[in-house]
C-alpha cells in the first residue's frame, strides 16, 4: 500500500510534465519554422567543383585541371572558371579563335575563384582581370543560349558566362 500512495502521485506528477513539455503554443511553431526558413534561404549557394554535373548543364567535355563554378537558378545563368593543361589551353584557344577574333573584356573576380585569380583580381583597383572573350556557341545547351568564354591573359585560366533567354 506504502508503494501505491508514493508511485500514484509520482506518476501523475512524471505524466503532467511531460505532456506540458512536449506541446508548444502554436504561434512558436510558425515563428521558428519562418526563421528557420530565412536562415535557409539566406544562405548563398556555394560554388561546385563537380565537372560532371556542370556538363549536364552545358557541353562540357573538357578535362579541366582545376574548375569551380555557381549556378544563379533565379537568374537562370552559369559562371565557371577552369584551368586547362598547357596542350588543352592551346586546343581550345585556336577553336575559339577560329570562330570569332574575340575581344577585351574585363571580368569581375568573385570570392569563389580559385586564389590565382582572386590575387590577380586585388592587383587591380576595380577587383577584375583582363582576357579574352570569345562567343560560347559551343557551350550552349539549353535552356542556355548566351554568353562568353574568356581567356584570362597570361594563364592557362578560362571564365565561362551563360544565361537564358
Known amino acids: 500500500m506504502l ?4 508511485f500514484v502521485p509520482a506518476s501523475l506528477l512524471f505524466f503532467t510534465l511531460v505532456i506540458t513539455s512536449c506541446s508548444a503554443p502554436a504561434g512558436n511553431s510558425s515563428s521558428a519554422n519562418t ?6 534561404a539566406s544562405v548563398p549557394n ?6 560532371e554535373e556542370l556538363g549536364m548543364l ?9 574548375i569551380v563554378w555557381h549556378q544563379n537558378e533565379k537568374q537562370k545563368k552559369i559562371v565557371a572558371v ?9 586546343k581550345l584557344t585556336d577553336q575559339l579563335a577560329a570562330r570569332s577574333p574575340g575581344s577585351a573584356k ?8 580559385p586564389p590565382e585569380l582572386i590575387a590577380g583580381g586585388e ?9 579574352t572573350a570569345y562567343p560560347a556557341d559551343d557551350f550552349y545547351q539549353p535552356p542556355f543560349s548566351q554568353g562568353t568564354i574568356t581567356r584570362i591573359n597570361n594563364t592557362d585560366f578560362f571564365v565561362i558566362e551563360v544565361s537564358a533567354d
Open 3 to 6: 508503494f501505491l500512495k508514493r
Open 35 to 40: 526563421a528557420e526558413e530565412n536562415r535557409v
Open 46 to 51: 556555394k560554388a561546385n567543383d563537380k565537372a
Open 58 to 66: 552545358l557541353n562540357f567535355a573538357l578535362e579541366p585541371e582545376d
Open 82 to 90: 577552369f584551368r586547362l593543361d598547357e596542350e588543352n589551353t592551346k
Open 106 to 113: 574585363s571580368v569581375t573576380v568573385e570570392d569563389w575563384f
Open 123 to 131: 592587383a587591380t583597383d576595380a577587383s577584375t582581370v583582363d582576357g
